[in-house]
């Protein structure tokens, strides 16, 4: 990075790069910043700057030169700090980037929606513990969290607590007991959004995050005896009656990623009456996530991961009844996602028939590499100069 006025240097990782320059380019501050997290830097020097930039404390303004430091530069840090915490298997690095994290989100005063957002985003990416004392900053972390995301607000700040959900979800995977917590208060508020017009909740931001938030919390929908088979159906009743569309669509989502054999019928049931423009991508999608996820979950587990010919069959069917671009290509995409080989031909030809048109041709060539079909690449090839061509 160049200035006119001069630049600062730190040293990270053992490599000379620039940090915060003292100048008034704000794109040079915020990229100076992000960099400390880039490489990864656990420096208690290079910390100390990093948490000065987001508390807008002394070491930060010293570091860029000004009385004090500008929102979307303390942002920046707060990215470049849940990259240094995502990397860092030292406790007491963790738990001074946390604490200072938590402590920020409960400063009601100075507290900017930028900021915060990277503070929640940044406590999220703290790794699961191996270790007593890691536990103990986990809860914290999440206690902090729900306390943020309990407090009564406006719906402007509404929208910064709606990314909390998410990052709870991500915590608290490893704790059965903070799972629950989780859950039990998602579910309230997601029935609350549908069902209640009193309610002061009322940015819908928060609704799609808790819908979001229960795929990852959520154990399978096997049958009606499955533990969270009402909170399934909640969800399946979100997607049908809720006011909100982008609430809809995560709800269904989430069903795909929660999967099992209730959630999978309901999905299939979805595709053949769902508004082939508009809701159709949403269940295509749903239905790509559940096999995708039902592959990874038996490669974890070292068991064979066998794909699902009765969804990846409904899919390549559902492309002939679609017309609009974007259907189209989700519909491809998710076929990608069901890892199902035996629909490479029709994709192949798909490809073809649609070689320009870069509205879906894209999402073919996507989903044929996704597939991992060796045979596409001599197709792709020849389609190369043309597609070249087209664009000059």
């Known amino acids: 990075f160049q200035a ?8 990270v990782t053992g490599v000379q790069t620039c940090a915060l320059p003292i100048c008034h380019d704000q794109e040079i501050r915020e990229t100076a910043a992000l960099c400390f997290g880039i490489a990864r830097t656990q420096a208690p020097d290079d910390l100390d700057i990093l948490l000065g930039l987001i508390a807008d404390g002394e070491a930060g303004r ?3 030169g000004q009385a004090r430091v500008d929102d979307r530069t303390r942002s920046f840090a707060g990215y470049a700090l849940g990259l240094v915490l995502q990397d860092s298997t030292d406790n007491r690095v963790r738990h001074r980037i946390v604490t200072q994290l938590m402590d920020l989100l409960a400063a009601e005063g100075t507290r900017d929606r930028n900021v915060a957002v990277a503070a929640i985003a940044a406590i999220a990416q703290l790794p699961s513990p191996s270790s007593p004392a890691a536990e103990i ?7 902090a969290l729900l306390k ?6 406006g719906p402007g700040e509404q929208l910064i607590q709606a990314h909390c959900p998410p990052a709870l979800a991500q915590l608290a995977a490893t704790s059965p007991t903070l799972a629950a917590a989780a859950r039990d208060l998602f579910v309230a508020d997601l029935a609350s959004s549908l069902d209640q017009p009193g309610n002061k909740r009322t940015n819908h931001h928060l609704a799609q995050s808790c819908a979001m938030a229960l795929g990852a919390l959520l154990r399978p929908w096997e049958d009606d005896a499955s533990p969270d088979a009402a909170t399934c159906k909640l969800l399946l009743r979100v997607w049908h009656e809720h006011k909100d569309p982008q609430t809809r669509s995560f709800a269904l989502v989430s069903l795909g990623r929660i999967g099992g054999k209730a959630a999978r019928a309901a999905l ?4 053949d009456r769902a508004n082939r423009s508009i809701e159709r991508p949403w269940v295509v999608l749903a239905l790509g996530n559940l096999v995708a996820i039902r592959h990874e979950r038996a490669l974890q587990s070292g068991s064979d991961a066998e794909p699902d010919p009765q969804i990846a069959k409904a899919l390549i069917s559902a492309l002939a009844d679609v017309k609009n671009p974007n259907a189209l290509g989700a ?3 998710a076929i990608g996602m069901c890892q199902d080989r035996s629909a490479c031909d029709a994709l192949s030809a798909l490809l073809q028939e649609n070689a320009n048109r870069d509205d ?3 999402h073919v060539a996507i989903a044929l590499a996704m597939l991992g079909d060796d045979r596409s690449r001599v197709q792709l090839r020849e389609m190369l100069p043309q597609i070249g061509r087209a664009h000059v």
Request: glycine share 6%; proline share 0%.
């Open 268 to 271: 299939l049931s979805e595709l």
């Open 148 to 153: 943020f995301y309990r407090l009564e607000l």
């Open 137 to 143: 900053l986990r809860d914290a972390a999440c206690a």
């Open 62 to 64: 010293a570091a860029t």
């Open 331 to 333: 519909t491809a995409i």
């Open 4 to 11: 006119e006025d001069g630049i600062r240097d730190y040293k």
């Open 360 to 362: 879906f041709a894209g």
